[in-house]
């Protein structure tokens, strides 16, 4: 159980309550992508100290979001089929928070796994459906994401193949999903470096992956 009680009968309470507490949900969202170990989820949230983590990881145990699984004699953490369901949760909650975005500070990284979940966020497969299959490799730092969309379908790993196009980038990769820079502008300034293949192809990703602007408030 969650330490932090409402004093309240409803269902949203009851998930605040089990997802609430500060690291929980990125928790979820870090394993949404895949099963980790210990030490790679404190890897992914560099931030987050080990006690906290090993508390939250056995408050997600109690309430059976999450659950310890042996991989080739190591123990991997994992989601339930009950954690699961958070998946249009932190996705939904994702595009929201992503129009929020300011421009990054200096101690702000991406992360291949905030990366994955921010990019099936952002996913317009309905614009895909038109557009030609395509592969692209992202750069974030020293991690590589390798992204491919066909048709309505997206992949998105950390193994190596071919692609249509390598690129640069950092925490600009949000403005460009954003539409706050258009993808032409981002190789001029040097926000994206395409490092193969041709830079229209860029225009193309911007189109595939896309969230709209928060509405202005007067």
């Known amino acids: 159980m969650a330490a932090r009680d409402y004093g309240q009968y409803s269902g949203v309470t009851r998930a605040v309550e089990l997802v609430g507490e500060r690291w929980a949900l990125l928790i979820v969202r870090d394993l949404l ?58 996705l939904a909650l994702g595009a929201w928070g992503f129009k929020a975005l300011d421009e990054p500070r200096d101690e702000q990284v991406v992360t291949p ?65 954003s539409g706050d820079l258009a993808p032409q502008r981002a190789i001029e300034t040097g926000a994206v470096e395409v490092l193969r293949g041709h830079g229209a192809l860029l225009d193309r990703f911007a189109s595939t992956f896309h969230v709209a602007a928060r509405p202005r408030t007067h």
């Open 113 to 177: 796994a905030s990366l994955t979940m921010d990019l099936r966020s952002a996913f317009q497969p309905r614009v895909a459906l038109e557009l030609p299959a395509t592969s692209y490799a992202a750069r974030i730092g020293d991690a590589e994401l390798f992204i491919r969309v066909d048709g309505s379908a997206l992949d998105l790993t950390r193994s190596d193949g071919p692609v249509d196009i390598t690129f640069a980038t950092g925490p600009a990769i949000h403005r460009l999903i």
């Open 33 to 90: 992508v895949g099963p980790r170990r210990y030490g790679e989820l404190a890897e992914g949230l560099a931030r987050i100290p080990s006690n906290i983590l090993a508390t939250r990881l056995k408050e997600l145990q109690a309430a059976g979001i999450i659950r310890r699984a042996p991989r080739s004699r190591i123990i991997v953490y994992e989601l339930t089929p009950y954690g699961r369901e958070l998946e249009p949760v932190v």
